[in-house]
T-cell receptor, first 112, second 115 residues
Framework: AQTVTQSQPEMSVQEAETVTLSCTYD???????LFWYKQPPSRQMILVIR??????QNATENRFSVNFQKAAKSFSLKISDSQLGDAAMYFC?????????FGKGTRLSVIA | DAEITQSPRHKITETGRQVTLACHQT?????MFWYRQDLGHGLRLIHY???????NKGEVSDGYSVSRSNTEDLPLTLESAASSQTSVYFC??????????????FGEGSRLTVL
């Protein structure tokens, strides 16, 4: 079964600085998708970014980018120019031939 | 606008009672899912459905059941609520075909407390 590991339960970053959240996964599939979801205090789950495994180019969405290392099964999220509104739980998720599998999450605090 | 709604948003019940959490989506998505979120565990899959009359067990399905009689709804039933089922429950849907479930669109969650 696929597993997703987020090794940092909590992280903090100064406003306007850059932070990287780590995620590793385990799979025997060759074709799959990876996601980062954000969950602010409102509890709503919001898709931040998506990466298709067959694409070598790292996905980017405005201030959010990923470092996808397929051989290492690593999928980290970089947030640039951090803003107070980025404070949230961040979940890494894997989707292959089964429903999404989530990591346990990383709580990000942004310090003004 | 299309959306996915859950009800009730908050519920308190007693041990042993039957509870049903509703999930309704207007995206016309084939795939629907129920997850539970607990501190330290992230989101764990309870049940899912790839279409009408299709249901499948997830990682933590014991004590829960679902049925899919139409495209829009996937109610989650706790047959006999237990304190261990105190959690936040999320319904989600996606529109991809086959085994790949794609990006999930989430409801706002239902907080269930079992006393």
């Amino acid at each position: 079964a696929q597993t997703v590991t987020q090794s940092q339960p909590e992280m903090s970053v100064q406003e306007a600085e850059t932070v990287t959240l780590s995620c590793t996964y385990d799979t025997s599939e060759s074709d799959y998708y990876l996601f980062w979801y954000k969950q602010p205090p409102s509890r709503q789950m919001i898709l931040v970014i998506r990466q298709e495994a067959y694409k070598q180019q790292n996905a980017t969405e405005n201030r959010f980018s990923v470092n996808f290392q397929k051989a290492a099964k690593s999928f980290s999220l970089k947030i640039s120019d951090s803003q107070l509104g980025d404070a949230a739980m961040y979940f890494c998720a894997y989707a292959g031939n089964t429903p999404l599998v989530f990591g346990k999450g990383t709580r990000l605090s942004v310090i003004a | 606008d299309a959306e996915i709604t859950q009800s009730p948003r908050h519920k308190i019940t007693e041990t042993g009672r039957q509870v049903t959490l509703a999930c309704h989506q207007t995206w016309n998505h084939n795939n629907m899912f129920w997850y539970r979120q607990d501190l330290g565990h992230g989101l764990r899959l309870i049940h899912y459905s790839y279409g009408v009359h299709d249901t499948n067990k997830g990682e933590v399905s014991d004590g829960y059941s679902v049925s899919r009689s139409n495209t829009e709804d996937l109610p989650l039933t706790l047959e006999s609520a237990a304190s261990s089922q105190t959690s936040v429950y999320f319904c989600a849907s996606s529109d991809s075909a086959g085994g790949y479930t794609g990006e999930l669109f989430f409801g706002e969650g239902s907080r269930l407390t079992v006393l």
